[in-house]
């Protein structure tokens, strides 16, 4: 595609459900970043994949989070037994190689558990 | 780990004028320093970057500056416009092949551009 893609835009969740957020990067793109927005807040860093594998996971908030990547292309963040302070705009960005300085970032997913 | 200020987080100019806005990081291997604009309910946007072997540059009315010894970065909007208006985030990272390019984000600048 043109753009990061991430799916679905808006999730709003029970408070305890597990939910599942895509992400599509750009086509060839091996670097895949999710990051988190709180309201009013700056994004913070979550988990960085090279191809498939996370050699950097530092910033996944507890152990109810993780993300996989598939066929060095999408990427799925779960969260488990989400919390009301889950909720937050989740950003996904690729860029062309890990050592690549741009990141392109997709439209984010709104995520409010209540 | 790295850590980054950013201030202030609100700014309201009037139109023609220029705004700052300036950032403070932690870590002294941090190289690489990107200004992202994000609109009200869109994604962020790349608007300009600058890496630790430069001290300024420069993109038609945006402008960045960099100061290693202090730790600090700036940027500058000139002849600002309506739709300047927007919040801006400051970033920093250490960009690394093995850790890829994690940025560290301040907390942000909303910019209001009165006409």
């Known amino acids: 595609g043109a753009g990061v893609s991430q799916s679905p835009s808006n999730k709003v969740t029970e408070k305890g459900k597990d939910v599942e957020l895509r992400c599509d990067p750009i086509s060839g793109h091996t670097a895949l970043y999710w990051y988190r927005q709180s309201l009013g807040q700056g994004l913070e860093f979550l988990i960085y994949?090279?191809?498939?594998?996370?050699?950097?996971k530092s910033g996944l908030p507890s152990d109810r989070f993780s993300a996989e990547r598939t066929g060095g292309s999408v990427s799925t963040l779960t969260i488990q037994r989400t919390q009301q302070e889950d909720s937050a705009v989740y950003l996904c960005?690729?860029?062309?190689?890990?050592?690549?300085?741009?990141?392109?970032f997709g439209q984010g997913t709104r995520l409010t558990v209540v | 780990g790295e850590n980054v200020e950013q201030h202030p987080s609100t700014l309201s100019v009037q139109e023609g004028d220029s705004a700052v806005i300036k950032c403070t990081y932690s870590d002294s291997a941090s190289n690489y320093f990107p200004w992202y604009k994000q609109e009200l309910g869109k994604r962020p946007q790349l608007i300009i970057d600058i890496r630790s072997n430069v001290g300024e540059k420069k993109d038609q009315r945006i402008a960045v500056t960099l100061n290693k010894t202090a730790k600090h970065f700036s940027l500058h909007i000139t002849e600002t416009q309506p739709e300047d208006s927007a919040v801006y985030f400051c970033a920093a990272s250490k960009v690394e092949m093995e850790y890829g390019n994690k940025l560290v984000f301040g907390a942000g600048t909303i910019l209001r551009v009165k006409s």
């Open positions: 994949f090279q191809g498939n594998s996370a050699p950097d």
């Open positions: 960005a690729s860029s062309p190689q890990g050592h690549s300085t741009e990141a392109f």
